[in-house]
């Protein structure tokens, strides 16, 4: 551009609005405020709470733990964590006991608690995509129902349904002492029927408008539309469902009352003995028994407490 030119409008236009960004961009750019000294001291006092609150939940876990790892004369000498004399005896002895065979024990606490979580998990969701999905007469009258026999505690039924086991109707089987009636008593429970429902209630509808244009059927569209979405829910059901069934005590002394079908729970509390108590092997099979359940809430914790909340949000 020769000299003495005026300069195009657009280009001054464009230097300007460069001249501003090398501004924003340099020492004149806003600067975040750190927090405030009572901000950091109140958020400290917040996180020494949780601390404290989280070791008091742990304590009784760490005393455990500990206590598996003691002789039994030690297990009288008061509250410690560190064993003076740590030794793994109590888990020989546990899984080498000659009258509870704890390795078919755990078996059978596997067993019945992945069947029971099965069961209720095909069972579950079909009912609760009926319930919050179809239309039928008494629907809501029958959902009722199903909620009501939350208000009925076990001790109530005990009487009504051992008497069905052990004479079961049509057919006169005796289903006491097996795995089938154990399983039979908890097949789907009122709790996962709502968790499903409600939460199929939070999915949109458009989903299904459209597998309904693509020809898809009642069945078809819960299988190939619905459950894909229900993740979270039928990882909270797998957790509550697995987590009940395997610390189940009340049913499994009820109805499995050969030792060779007991569970996990009723093993162990036969080192509850009339006049002493064998702390050390039932601290080791209480080790031994949380395990899973902590490892399976570990690996499905984020699911879980997604579909908890999600199944809250609709009525």
């Known amino acids: 551009m020769a000299r003495g030119e005026a300069e195009p409008p657009h280009l001054a236009a464009i230097e300007e609005l460069a001249a501003g960004g090398e501004v924003a961009m340099g020492a004149g750019a806003p600067v975040i405020p750190g927090r405030r000294p009572g901000q950091i001291a109140r958020r400290l006092l917040l996180y020494g709470f949780m601390i404290v609150v989280g070791l008091l939940f742990l304590v009784p876990f760490l005393w455990s733990l500990s206590t598996s790892f003691m002789p039994l004369p030690e297990t009288a000498q008061g509250f410690h964590l560190i064993p003076n004399d740590p030794t793994i005896h109590a888990y020989h002895d546990l899984l080498t006991n000659p009258i509870i065979n704890f390795v078919r024990v755990y078996g059978n606490s596997w067993l019945l608690a992945v069947s029971v979580t099965l069961t209720n998990l095909v069972l579950a969701s079909l009912g609760g995509y009926a319930f919050a999905r179809l239309r039928f007469p008494g629907r809501e009258l029958l959902f009722l129902l199903v909620l009501a026999t939350l208000m009925i505690p076990d001790q109530l039924r005990l009487v009504p349904v051992f008497q069905m086991l052990s004479n079961f109707p049509l057919f006169h089987w005796n289903l006491i002492n097996t795995y089938q009636g154990y399983i039979l008593i908890s097949v789907v429970t009122a709790v996962n029927l709502f968790l499903m429902r409600q939460y199929f209630l939070t999915i949109p509808k458009d989903y299904e408008e459209a597998a309904r244009l693509d020809g898809a059927g009642h069945f078809k ?7 894909p979405l229900a993740g979270p829910a039928l ?50 099979g209480s080790v031994l028994a949380i395990a899973p359940i902590a490892i399976i809430y570990f690996i499905f914790q984020r699911y879980f407490v997604a579909g908890v909340a999600a199944a809250g949000v609709k009525g």
């Open 221 to 227: 569209t819960f299988l190939r539309v619905m459950l």
């Open 235 to 284: 990882a909270a059901v797998t957790i509550l469902t697995f987590q009940g069934t395997w610390n189940d005590f009340f049913w499994a002394i009820t109805v499995l009352q050969d030792p060779s079908h007991y569970n996990v729970n009723v093993a162990i509390q036969q080192f509850v003995q009339q006049y002493d108590t064998l702390w050390p092997q039932l601290m080791a």
